[in-house]
Structure formats: structure tokens, C-alpha cells
């Protein structure tokens, strides 16, 4: 591939590496619009057209009509383009519509807008982005928090915004050609006729006029509803996701079901530039011919946090990067693990300047085996704590199963207690009692006593009642026999 091929090359997918932050709604209730129409076909001057009393319709009318009848709803609207309007048939020969039959209009209630499916990212000017290398997960379908959401210009719609959420918030609105970017112009809208007839449900749509703020990229933040956006989506398609290629697919977050291919989270620094290692990424890996057929998603997510494994903790941001290739057989997903190992080696490599601290990869093939690789020191330094904790708690677990058991023992170990030093001065041992230091010990006793006294002497030398007898050599027997 020579240079200016490569150049441009890169030129066709930079378009599609910025960030899809236009999103059009598909759907509209248009007149004109045969799929609005339950015979599938715009009703004719020999039909007539009913529409359910009960139904809240805002019904935009481009063009003029002829009809033999119309049954209006209760609580409606008509948008009437220059020009459009209502006749009734004077009866002549309309070619293609001599049956006359009544024609009912299709129930709009059933558009919701957490369907992915009833989105599609769009440039700036409404026109269709051509599908690139790079597609969101599910989750990020939908418009997020700060993304711009267009109705198409002369259309007339009706959205179900049933909602986990209170309020749902966007950048900006486009309807009826004009765009609405401010908090102000946005309630202004909500008290007119037409927001109650397009918009219905639980959920709140609520206009910033803000972007996203931080330079490493933003949560898209319909996690809430990731429920709902599965279950349009699998609705749509049976409400089974499709058997993967490989044995064990890889779970994206905000993906409704699991892929074949690789995954890397990555944890950041304040200097990481999102948008930047984006066209990185684009530019230098997704660009080679080598991975012509692979895509890519690329977005800031919350992972969930918990503590053994169970108990939800927090959440912790992250940059997701979601590869898939269109291998088959035992090829598939090869190609964007390659990609992936390319991507980690730029990590381990350049990830400090790229504010890049550490990175985690997974890969699931359509081969017999799935690889799971990391990268950094900070993952080897997690793993071996958490090991040296496993370890710990089953050694000490080993040496309380064998001493209930009896087969071994444990040293027994008293340490001093301070009630019990206290304890023991304030109740001495009368057996240790010892009697009290005299300062005359040491004085020569007198001579002992005869032999008519010995028997008596030792009698009161004995002790009485556990109590201990000394001799006083300075006491004098005579002085008491007054």
C-alpha cells in the first residue's frame, strides 16, 4: 500500500472514529407514511381513514388528500406542510383506488425510545454516517447524556420515554427544522400543544446545552435502562441472543450479549485524552490492512465494585475497548486478538505518556482455547496479595482442623492479666504469709529456758489458729504478773 493510499485510507475512517454524538430518531407518524397504515398503503379518495378515538396522535400532513370519510381521535393533532390539506371525493375515477375500504392508522404507542434499534448515528446535518470500523455497545445506541438527538425536519413522531430514571438529559433537541440547546428553550417547547402529543411516559427529557466536560471521555449513563434496551433489542430478534462462534464469549458492559473477539480495560490518569488515543488507535493500528476486518468500540464505562465477589462496593471508571472481526470457524475473533495484543504492547510500552496506568485483556476465539492476558506490575502486585491472603487463611484453616482433631498441640500461653496482679495484693495467700521484718533481728536471744518450762515454751511457740509466733527479746514475762 503505498503512502497516499494509506493517507486516505486513514481520512475514511477518521470520520468515523470521532464520537456518534448525533442521534436520529427513525420512526414518525407522517400520513404520508405507508408503514403508518395498517393495510401498509396511504389511504385513497375512495377510502375511509379512522383513527381510534382514544389514541393521542400528532400526525404530520405533507401533501393534499381527497377521502370519502375521516373519523378524527379525541386528543390529536394535524401538522399541515404548505399546501396539505383535506377534500372530500367528489366521486370521479381515482386510477389504483376503486375498492373503498376503511383505512386504520397504526398504533404509535408502541415506540419506545430506549430501543436501540429505532436510533441511527447521523453527522451534524442529519445526514447518514456511513458505517464504519468503529459501532457502540448497546447501551450507547441510544443518545447519552450528552449527545445531540435530531427529529427529522416536516415529521410529525411519538416516543414512549418509560424510564428507570427521572430525568433523562441530552446536549440538545432538533425538531421541526429548529434546535433547541438550552434549558430555556427547552421548557418553552414543553408548554406548548405539541410535547405532551409527542412525548409520553414516566421519563423527564431534560436539555443542557453542556458536552461532555472531562477531556477522558464521559459515562454514556443509560445503565439504569440497560434492562429495557435489551429487551427491545432481543425483542426485535426473538428474544434469544444469538449462538456465539466461540466457547466462552466475552461480556462487554452495556452489551446485550456476549462476543467473539478480545476486550481491554484500561485505567487512567488525568492526562489521559480519550478522543486523542482514539485517533491513536485508528491511525496507527486500525488502519493496516492486516485488520481491515476488524471494528471497534471505545468508551468510557463504570465497573461495578464488590467486596468478596458479592457485596456491591462501588464503581470505578474505565476505558472499554470491544474488538470483533467477521472470522468464521475456528478464525473468528483471532484477528481482534491480535489487534488486542498490538494494542497492550503499546500500553506496556507508551502508556505512561499516554496516561494509560495499567491494562487488562481477554480474548475469546473460535478456537479450542480462550486467552486472558494483563499488563503492568500493579496486576502482578494485586494477584500475588491476594494469593498470599488465600494462602494465609488455608494455612491457618490446616492448623485449627488438626487441633480439634486432636492431632496436634498447641503450647499453652498465659499472659498476665492486670485484675489478676490486682487481685492477688489485695487477697495474699495466708500459707505465704511470712510475718514483718523486725529491726532487732539479728539481736543474741537469752539463754533457753529449762527443762521444767521446755514443754510449756514449745506450746505457746506453736502455732494457733495458722498464725505465726516470734520471740521478743526486749519482753519481760515478770512485768505482766502484778
Request: net charge negative.
Amino acid at each position: 500500500v503505498s503512502s497516499t493510499d494509506w493517507v486516505t485510507l486513514v481520512s475514511l475512517l477518521l470520520p468515523a472514529a470521532a464520537a456518534a454524538v448525533y442521534k436520529q430518531w427513525i420512526p414518525n407518524t407522517n400520513f404520508e407514511t405507508a408503514s403508518n397504515w395498517e393495510k401498509g398503503r396511504v389511504p385513497c379518495a375512495s377510502d375511509v381513514v379512522r383513527f381510534e378515538k382514544n389514541k393521542v396522535v400528532s400526525v404530520f400532513v405533507g401533501s393534499p388528500h381527497a377521502l370519502t370519510d375521516m373519523y378524527l381521535p379525541l386528543n390529536g393533532e394535524f401538522v399541515l406542510a404548505s399546501g396539505a390539506g383535506f377534500a372530500a371525493f367528489d366521486g370521479s375515477w381515482d386510477p389504483g383506488c376503486d375498492s373503498g375500504a376503511t383505512v386504520r392508522f397504526a398504533d404509535a404507542e408502541h415506540h419506545a425510545w430506549f430501543n436501540p434499534t429505532l436510533w441511527r448515528a447521523v453527522s451534524p446535518d442529519g445526514e447518514l454516517e456511513p458505517s464504519g470500523r468503529i459501532f457502540s455497545v448497546d447501551e450507547e445506541r441510544v443518545p447519552c447524556r450528552y449527545d445531540d438527538v435530531i427529529f427529522q425536519p416536516e415529521t410529525s413522531f411519538r416516543v414512549n420515554v418509560d424510564s428507570s430514571q427521572r430525568v433523562i438529559h441530552l446536549r440538545s433537541i432538533s425538531l421541526m427544522g429548529q434546535e433547541l440547546s438550552s434549558p430555556e428553550a427547552w421548557a418553552g417547547y414543553l408548554r406548548g400543544p405539541s410535547a405532551p402529543l409527542q412525548f409520553h411516559g414516566n421519563g423527564t427529557l431534560q436539555v443542557t446545552g453542556t458536552g461532555c466536560p472531562d477531556k477522558s471521555g464521559c459515562a454514556c449513563g443509560n445503565a439504569p435502562d440497560g434492562h429495557r434496551i435489551c429487551a427491545a433489542l432481543l425483542g426485535a430478534s426473538g428474544r434469544q441472543c444469538p449462538a456465539p462462534a466461540c466457547q466462552s464469549p466475552l461480556q462487554p458492559l452495556g452489551h446485550c450479549c456476549g462476543v467473539c473477539g478480545a476486550t481491554i480495560n484500561l485505567d487512567f490518569t488525568p492526562d489521559f485524552d480519550l478522543q486523542k488515543y482514539r485517533d491513536r488507535l485508528v491511525q496507527g493500528l486500525l488502519s493496516q490492512p492486516k485488520y481491515a476486518s476488524v471494528r471497534m468500540a471505545i468508551s468510557k464505562v463504570h465497573k461495578a465494585q464488590t467486596f468478596l465477589g458479592v457485596i456491591p462496593r462501588s464503581s470505578t471508571p474505565l476505558i472499554q475497548i470491544v474488538l470483533i472481526d467477521d472470522g468464521a470457524g475456528a478464525q473468528t475473533g483471532s484477528t481482534a486478538e491480535q489487534l488486542a495484543a498490538d494494542i497492550m504492547e503499546d500500553v506496556a510500552e507508551h502508556g505512561e505518556t499516554l496516561g494509560i496506568s495499567s491494562g487488562k485483556m481477554e480474548a475469546a476465539t473460535g478456537s479450542a482455547f480462550s486467552k486472558q492476558a494483563g499488563s503492568h506490575a500493579l496486576n502482578r502486585i494485586i494477584a500475588a496479595t491476594v494469593s498470599g491472603l488465600l494462602f494465609s487463611l488455608l494455612l491457618l484453616g490446616g492448623i485449627l482442623f488438626l487441633y480439634r482433631k486432636g492431632k496436634l498441640r498447641l503450647p499453652t500461653l498465659r499472659l498476665p492479666r492486670p485484675w489478676d496482679r490486682a487481685e492477688e495484693m489485695a487477697s495474699p495467700d495466708p500459707a505465704s504469709d511470712k510475718g514483718f521484718d523486725n529491726p532487732m533481728f539479728g539481736v543474741p536471744l537469752p539463754e533457753p529456758p529449762s527443762a521444767d518450762c521446755g514443754e510449756e515454751t514449745l506450746q505457746e511457740m506453736a502455732p494457733k489458729d495458722h498464725q505465726v509466733f516470734y520471740l521478743n527479746p526486749l519482753y519481760d514475762a515478770s512485768e505482766t504478773e502484778t
